[in-house]
């Protein structure tokens, strides 16, 4: 086998007849290396969409679960303040309650005092009309 004088000097030919510097062998597998590398780059293209995708959807629902959270905590602050409210007035009431009790026992003893005083009165009354 005589050995080609190009192949030693490291020029080769192509399927298309052209002169190239690498065996053929090696330029297919650098092609084959090159169309899996694109196709690599391709798919962690989609899985960063994929992911973006992903981050946007977790970023809603997170400002989605702040707004509830917000909510509830707005809710809670309010029936708190209405049931200090609710004691407050429960307290006033209670506290009308009482001064509206002391006030009838101070009208119950006004009344006794002017019944009897009525009372002599009307004694007084009828004895002055018998004597005369």
Known sequence: ???DPLA?????????NKLRVLEPEVGQKTAE???????????????QKIVGGLIELVDELA?????????????????????KQREAQQQQ?????VEKKMQLE???????????VEAEQNEFIDQFILQK
């Open 63 to 83: 400002k989605e679960a702040e707004t509830e959270k917000m909510m509830a905590i707005g809710a809670r602050n309010l029936l708190k303040s209405v049931a």
């Open 106 to 116: 101070r009208y119950r003893i006004e009344y006794e005092a002017l019944s009897k």
């Open 8 to 16: 030693e000097a490291g020029l080769h030919f192509d399927e298309l």
């Open 1 to 3: 086998m005589a050995k």
């Open 93 to 97: 009431l209670q506290a009308l309650i």
């Open 33 to 47: 290396l090159k169309d899996e590398c694109k196709e690599f780059v391709d798919k962690i293209g989609q899985f």
